[in-house]
């Protein structure tokens, strides 16, 4: 069993050589063998999910091989309860991606390699345990998005795939002047890259001098960490990447940007920013708090201002990620698993609303809620699509919080968590729920009552192939929706152990 | 007396080899005729012999530091490292030159004799251990490039880069000659061993003329690295002299330049006093200029050549501030930038000569929608241009992690941050290119012609250290930390 990360992170680069293998013309085979590795991998994980101890505190499964030693740089990985979360997460999602996107006929080949390589990469931000491993797998994540967006996105593509890139990198680079500040501060010892060794508020007394003035080391570089990570969660102001992103990527690749890397961000907190810097994270809580509100409360206006209805999600992706910062920004038990448990969630939920919009895209090739010209882009979709539209109230009524479908409960526990802290903060925030189900039931109304547009008479309702990837996605929404227990369960230790660490803090 | 010569001439035998290679490339050149066949055969004996000159190198790179000639040339593992990386540079832009449209056929074995003199010059630069040597291997590097920039004769460009360069060269090395004879004024020697411990003595009014004096004598160095504020001429020569040439400046004069600049920082400001501070802070503004006058002005290029001129001055901004630190794991840094910048020049510039012959231009549109035309060459050069921005999992990422790690060691955050900055500036208009490449269509349906196997075998054989000094730098640091001995 020792061995099981590994396979799961080298899985998808072996498919990926498989591809590159087959002859270019061969596209049903270039899926399935995509298919049979995302499948296989993801089977992979639920026996990771089965065989991992929820009572155990630390790392589990853990692998350790020296790679570079004059640095003492390790190939480490290791999973915990908010890990196998967001693994599960992942390997889920690019199963059902690599069936969306079936109808993908620009260079198969170069798409489904270029997406198994993601997987990969995602896989191996979660996994690392070492800071340079976590850097590089950070980084290289960008390229295959950088093509995925670029080549097989929409009009704007070009523009979309540079800014997404630059402007993570741009966070990525103040991060890496952070992890070698680290490794020069834990004095270039064996464990100066484990993530690990750093973590436990060590660097709450050391002081740097910048241009002449003096700053706590602790203070400094929780901000240079806050920057690398808040840029990809994104968070107010930093989240003008994100609707041109979406908007502009393949749907597939909409679905794992919402669905997984925005989660990287955060995961980042947890993993990182928050152990590594507790005292400067419990003192800057409240500036957290602020900006995740602005970020649920200006996301939800932006998306009710959408005429566009993947930008529409994409803004509602920024809003609910402010939710998941408000959780983490409480620092009690419930708001954080509040807050990993939304993480999740929004990771079902948002990924269905990409898929379903990506289902209609193929048959009306566009988006509009309202065209430009005024008039109405969708109407009376549900005495035509009754399939699509059952599927697409489940996943609508789940983004928005209806009790007994999984969003609820996780913004629930972020309330309940941070209620005592920020009182007024969690009063706000409540209204962004409000406009949050404004925006998502005018969006429904337009697009699905009324008269049925002339356009909308010929559209053919889900598949076979759509209904069936659809449907793990409608049972995790609804199964977590009223047992978030095995969730729960998974994650408890874990976030126990950062709640108390940050608790000597306050 | 003849005993003791032929004792330092087994250490000297690399310098020896070039210089029999580059007397012999001139005989062979004057008898030979106007036969595809025999032309091959000067460019076969050029490569071989530049390929064993390696062998004493590396022989050389496990010797303890020895000074040969009275104190005129020091052998030490960091000169021979530089050296090995010229070297291959060379052989690199010879066998370039071979195939490049750039070179007129008539004119093609006189490059190799060029560069092989540039070649020279550029280790005698390394291995200077006192201001006249320096000074010789600047004039002998200089001298031999003007003419290699104007080598299309025919070409206005070309030819203004030619005079530019001269104009140039001559100005800047009348003041470094300034500089080193007020030293010599000064001090009373030109020996680097002599000046150390009176440099040390210097008090007041004669501290201030030496720092002016070596003020003076950091233009020559600065124009041969073309740093800011001397690095003007760079992007007109390089889009000027032909494609060969380029890709032999932007490595060997550079490097040689670097060097010198490495061991004079090394042996009179390694130690604490006024002097040296007053260099780090030169060099901090130097390279912060440097970095990002070249990032900024980069993006609007649509030349490739130019932009890769604007690219390299970039380059080396960061690799001065492995100089700045002013300690070992500062020259590693260096050392292994270099190695990897060498092999990132070489792929880029064999990449861009071969549509540029094909095309007739250099500008960016023969880089449209390469991808189609040609998979593996659009998936190298994209490759390289992300390795050249510092992206993971490739080498440039190491390099420039390695620059950053010995500038935050030494707690320069503000530079750090700077240069973070100038990473992410660089990668804009590295990606400007990759996308024309990946995300442009073709115009039309050809393909790539004459692209031959050798030729790919290559740039797959330059590719491959890219990679694997990404993955496992573990030796290659080893290696370069071994070469950071000097003679202080």
Known sequence: MNGILNYILWLPIIGMIGVLLTPKAKENAIRMITLVTTGVTLALTVVLFLKFDNAATGMQFMVQVPWIEQFHINYTLGVDGITLAMTFLNALLFFICTLSSWTVHKSVKGYFALLLMLQSTVFGVFFSLDFFLFYVYWEVMLLPMFFLIGIWGGENREYAAIKFFLYTFFGSIFMLVGIIALYYASGKGVDSFSILAHQGGKYTQLTVDVFGTTFSF????????????????????????????????????????????????????????????????????????????????????????????????????????????????????????????????????????????????????????????????????????????????????????????????????????????????????????????????????????????????????????????????????????????????????????????????? | MIQQLLGFLSFYIPEVMCIVLMTTLLVAEASVKEEHGSRDKIYTYALVVLGLTLIPLLQNLGKAPVIIFHNAITIDPFSTMIKIIMVLGTMGSIYLSRSSKDIYTNLKSEFSIMAVGVLIGGMLLASSNNMLTLYLGIETLSILSYVMSSFKRDDATSTEAGIKYALYGGLTAGVMLYGISHLYGMLGTIQFVEMIPKLAALQGGDLAIVMVSFLLFFAGIGYKVSCFPFHMWSPDVYQGAPIPVTSFFSIVPKLGGLAALVRVSMIFFANESLLSVSWIGLMLVISAMTMTVGNVTAIGQTSVKRLLAFSSIGHIGMMILGVVVLNDVGVRAILFYGVVYMFMTLIVFYITSH????????????????????????????????????????????????????????????????????????????MKLAKIMVFGQPDGEEKISGFTTANQAIILALFIPVVFLGVFWDKMMTIAGDATIFIK
């Open chain 2, 355 to 430: 549509l540029s012959d094909m095309y007739g231009t250099d500008s960016q549109d023969v880089f449209r929608g390469l991808i189609y035309k040609h998979p593996l060459m659009a998936v190298i050069m994209v490759s390289v241009l992300f390795s050249l921005a510092g992206m993971p999992p490739f080498s440039g990422f190491i390099a420039k992690f390695n620059i950053f790690s010995v500038i935050i060691e030494k707690k320069y955050y503000g530079i750090a941050i700077v240069a973070g900055i100038n990473s992410v500036i660089s990668l804009y208009y590295y």
């Open chain 1, 218 to 506: 602790e203070r400094l570089f929780f901000w240079f960490m806050f920057l690398g990570f808040a840029i990809k969660v994104p968070i107010f102001p930093f989240h003008t990447w994100l609707p041109h992103a979406h908007v502009q990527a393949p749907t597939a690749v909409s679905v794992i940007l919402a669905g997984v890397l925005l989660k990287m961000g955060t995961y980042g907190f947890l993993r990182i920013a928050f152990p590594i810097f507790p005292m400067a994270a419990v003192e800057n809580s409240t500036i957290i708090a602020v900006l995740g509100l602005i970020s649920v409360i200006y996301g939800a206006f932006c998306a009710m201002a959408q005429d566009d209805v993947k930008k529409l999600v994409a803004y509602s992706s920024v809003s609910h990620m402010g939710f998941v910062m408000l959780g983490l920004s409480a620092m009690t038990i419930q708001g954080m698993s509040g807050a990993v448990l939304q993480m999740f969630n929004h990771g079902t939920s948002t990924a269905m609303m990409f898929l379903l919009i990506g289902i209609l895209y193929e048959r009306s090739h566009h988006r509009w809620i309202v065209k430009p010209d005024g008039s109405k882009g969708f109407g009376g979709l549900y005495t035509q699509l009754p399939k699509y539209s059952v599927v697409f109230i489940i996943g609508m009524f789940a983004s928005l919080g209806l009790p007994g479908l999984s969003g609820f409960i996780s913004e629930a526990l972020i309330f309940l968590g941070m209620y005592q802290r920020f009182t007024t903060i969690t009063v706000i925030a409540v209204v962004g729920l409000l406009i949050g189900a404004a925006y998502l039931l005018w969006m429904f109304k337009r697009m699905f009552f009324g008269e049925v547009n002339p356009d909308c008479k010929e559209y053919e309702d889900m598949n076979k192939r759509e209904i069936f990837y659809m449907l793990p996605l409608c049972a995790c929404v609804i199964y977590f929706g009223i047992f978030p227990g095995p969730l729960l369960d998974v994650m408890k230790v874990s976030v126990g152990q950062l709640v108390d660490l940050l608790a000597k803090f306050s």
